[in-house]
């Protein structure tokens, strides 16, 4: 029996589970009979339901649950929004995704996903909105969008006044705080966690490994976010999706998955808007790995330039003689980039992969000898730093700027860095408190206990992931053609990117380019805000983000 | 010319899947040649994927020709939903086949009621809605 109490339908057709229901606390409301008016039942009734999950959980790629249950902790909290005083439900347990039904053949049930669901109580569901938030990896838990987002409490971490002293050790917690910018007034927000990751594991004889791959990875998302909608009777809200990261990968697969299975019922939407936060759309053309063209792929480094110059600017260590704005200074390198460093970029790919990448290793003299202390000049580096490499990817970057090894800068964010005498990445500096945290936050607040630990952001995914996606058997994938289609298919899709300025991960105008070619910028906006790969992990972008966020949510359509 | 490249990116694939797994940063080499060793963070969130395969590459399509690919995976999709030999698609065709796009909006794709629809039907239907695969200007 299912421990949460949402699910109208079952109160309908099985009136004796009635009873067990209301012994079990988990009593609704009257509007619960009639799912054409139907609203999330009020809390009041309700007590909250802890959960000790008896099942171990394994991230292996050959791991596989004989069996799933669909439990879950239920507890019952209270915040205030806009200054009222509103009440909330969190559901943290498992649903099971199933590959949708073949005539004639038996459930085919593919992975137990483990999820976090904070739902407002007493709101109609036809115009209460649901939003699946992932991160990405891909092999990442949700646990960053999770704890340091727009949930109701979140880490406080403030990336822009973190100095390199206070990261000489590893931090091991953040304050956790009540979240005064979470996205709660704007939709229900559900956390899943992707297959080995997290506590959601593949089911026999299903495996893990299964599932790690781009298309196969999508449609379990598909399957979990099919049953969430039943289970829960959200066929008539509106429905989101919010990927981070390799989310820009998988979202518009899903969406485009999502949207061709159509209607979940009662004439629902299948899909209303999709908020893409740091994607990679394409693994063709981000310069930072075997893409690139040194390395026998297409890309360039150009995409990144703009944010080199906002790290630049924001370490004071641009030029800057007419004291431009950090947005202008951008608007100006990215100007620059694309008149002068692309058709420079691209004739230094000409000129290094001659004869066999014979001149490789020798310093570039580009004919325009204003362009080299240009570069300088926008991105904060030496001349011999972009004469000796001229294609610069943000590892060469990061080394330049801070004057030490490129270990110690965070990729997610060009103005976090540890200081020189430590021994662990930069990038990694949040990892300790975000595992440090959801240890505890899973029993004490949601109630679900585990004997497993959560798996943060286990290896095995990745090293086994099968990045080929539909024809193309490359290991490069784009999302841009799926984009295309679910767009295509739903036109009326509310779509944005959000990016931070300071991501050298995810650089926003490599974004912006992808887009471009695919003739869809006026379609998608990219709205960039200072910030990392994780924007919202700087304390001055989360009002101005949740702004656009608002705004996204209760506008009819993105603006064409 | 890539060639020259690829049994260096082998090793530092097999370096990568070999490198073991622990709270620090992982790091894999690069070296386009034996000379200039380039660091690459792999590991932890956003790692990059292995080299394409000998012969399995693809450019990122633009403009119309990232259209057409739009529009035959479209066509690939419904081909596999319909009929094999007339292929045309009757709305319960498209309920079996997962295929709930196109049953939901069945009416307005099949203009004449035959009950049945073609694919050129569909693409008709979504030209009309100007979606970006049709439309130029988008």
């Known amino acids: 029996m299912r421990d949460f109490h949402r699910s109208s339908r079952m109160v309908v057709f099985n009136l004796s589970m009635l009873?067990?229901?209301?012994?079990?606390?988990?009593?609704?409301?009257?509007?619960?009979?009639?799912?054409?008016?139907?609203?999330?039942?009020?809390?009041?009734?309700?007590?909250?339901?802890?959960?000790?999950?008896?099942?171990?959980?394994?991230?292996?790629?050959?791991?596989?649950?004989?069996?799933?249950?669909?439990?879950?902790?239920?507890?019952?909290?209270?915040?205030?929004?806009?200054?009222?005083?509103?009440?909330?439900?969190a559901t943290a347990g498992h649903l099971t995704a199933s590959a949708p039904a073949v005539a004639g053949q038996p459930q085919d049930q593919e992975v137990s996903f483990f999820y976090v669901a904070y739902t407002l109580d007493g709101q109609p569901l036809g115009t209460r909105p649901v939003t699946f938030f992932y991160n990405g990896g891909p092999g990442s838990s949700t646990i960053w969008l999770h704890l340091g987002s727009w949930g109701p409490k979140t880490l406080q971490v403030d990336e822009a006044s973190l100095t390199p002293a206070a990261l000489a050790t590893q931090p091991a917690s953040f304050p956790l705080i009540d979240n005064d910018v979470t996205m709660l007034n704007?939709?229900?927000?559900?956390?899943?966690?992707?297959?080995?990751?997290?506590?959601?594991?593949?089911?026999?004889?299903?495996?893990?490994?299964?599932?790690?791959?781009?298309?196969?990875?999508?449609?379990?998302?598909?399957?979990?976010?099919?049953e969430y909608v039943k289970v829960n009777n959200r066929q008539t809200s509106p429905k989101y999706l919010y990927g981070e990261s390799y989310g820009g990968i998988r979202t518009p697969v899903l969406a485009r998955l999502i949207e061709e299975a159509g209607s979940p019922g009662q004439g629902g939407p299948a899909l209303s808007g999709i908020i893409m936060n740091s994607p990679i759309l394409s693994y063709k053309t981000n310069c930072d790995g075997s893409a690139d063209f040194l390395y026998g792929g297409s890309a360039n480094c150009v995409g990144f330039f703009p944010s080199y110059a906002a790290v630049a600017y924001s370490r004071n260590k641009g030029s800057n003689p007419n004291q431009l704005l950090l947005s202008d200074y951008v608007n100006g390198s990215r100007q620059f980039a694309t008149q002068k460093y692309a058709p420079?970029?691209?004739?230094?790919?000409?000129?290094?992969?001659?004869?066999?990448?014979?001149?490789?290793?020798?310093?570039?003299?580009?004919?325009?000898?204003t362009l080299l202390p240009a570069l300088a000049g926008w991105s904060g580096i030496g001349t011999s730093d972009w004469a000796n490499t001229f294609d610069m990817d943000p590892d060469t970057f990061s080394g330049a700027i801070l004057g030490m090894d490129s270990s110690h800068m965070d990729a997610y964010n060009g103005l976090v860095n540890t200081p020189a005498n430590t021994t662990y990445g930069g990038s990694n500096y949040n990892n300790l408190a975000f595992a440090n945290q959801i240890k505890s936050f899973l029993p004490q607040f949601l109630g679900y206990s585990s004997q497993t630990a959560y798996a943060v952001e286990p290896n095995a995914p990745i090293d086994q992931w099968n990045w080929n996606h539909g024809d193309d058997k490359s290991n490069s994938p784009s999302s841009i053609p799926d984009l295309l289609e679910v767009l295509t298919l739903h036109p009326d899709l509310k779509v944005v990117v959000f990016g931070g300025y300071h991501d050298l991960r995810t650089p926003f105008h490599q974004t912006e380019l992808d887009l471009a070619g695919a003739g869809l910028t006026a379609t998608v906006p990219v709205k960039i805000f200072p910030g990392g790969h994780m924007i919202y992990l700087t304390q001055a972008s989360r009002a101005p983000m949740k702004q656009a966020i608002d705004g996204f949510y209760s506008g009819a359509s993105t603006v064409h | 010319m890539k060639s020259l490249h690829a049994p260096a990116i082998m090793a530092i694939v097999a370096a990568v899947m070999c490198v073991s797994s622990s709270s620090a940063?992982?790091?894999?080499?690069?070296?386009?040649?034996?000379?200039?060793?380039?660091?690459?963070?792999?590991?932890?969130?956003?790692?990059?994927?292995?080299p394409d395969e000998p012969g399995t590459s693809r450019p990122e399509l633009r403009g119309q020709a990232l259209r057409n690919q739009a529009?035959?995976?479209?066509?690939?999709?419904?081909?596999?939903?319909?009929?094999?030999?007339?292929?045309?698609?009757?709305?319960?065709?498209?309920?079996?086949?997962?295929?709930?796009?196109?049953?939901?909006?069945?009416?307005?794709?099949?203009?004449?009621?035959?009950?049945?629809?073609?694919?050129?039907?569909l693409v008709l239907y979504l030209k009309s809605r100007k979606g970006p695969a049709f439309n130029k200007d988008s």
């Open chain 1, 186 to 226: 704007d939709s229900d927000l559900v956390f899943v966690d992707a297959t080995g990751t997290g506590y959601s594991e593949a089911i026999a004889p299903h495996k893990n490994a299964d599932f790690w791959g781009v298309d196969a990875d999508a449609a379990a998302f598909r399957d979990f976010i099919a």
């Open chain 2, 71 to 121: 529009i035959g995976n479209l066509k690939k999709r419904f081909d596999a939903a319909a009929d094999p030999s007339t292929h045309l698609l009757s709305l319960a065709d498209a309920k079996a086949a997962g295929f709930g796009y196109v049953a939901d909006h069945f009416k307005e794709i099949d203009r004449n009621g035959s009950g049945y629809i073609s694919f050129a039907d």
């Open chain 2, 25 to 50: 940063a992982e790091y894999a080499l690069s070296v386009p040649d034996a000379g200039a060793a380039r660091l690459i963070k792999v590991g932890d969130m956003l790692p990059k994927p292995p």
């Open chain 1, 19 to 89: 009873a067990v229901l209301a012994l079990a606390g988990c009593g609704g409301g009257g509007d619960d009979s009639n799912p054409g008016n139907a609203s999330s039942p009020n809390s009041v009734a309700g007590a909250d339901q802890l959960y000790t999950d008896p099942v171990a959980y394994a991230t292996d790629g050959t791991a596989a649950l004989p069996s799933a249950t669909e439990n879950a902790a239920v507890t019952h909290h209270n915040i205030t929004l806009g200054g009222q005083a509103v009440s909330y439900t």
């Open chain 1, 344 to 369: 420079a970029d691209a004739a230094f790919q000409t000129w290094v992969s001659a004869n066999n990448f014979a001149n490789y290793g020798t310093p570039y003299a580009p004919p325009d000898t």
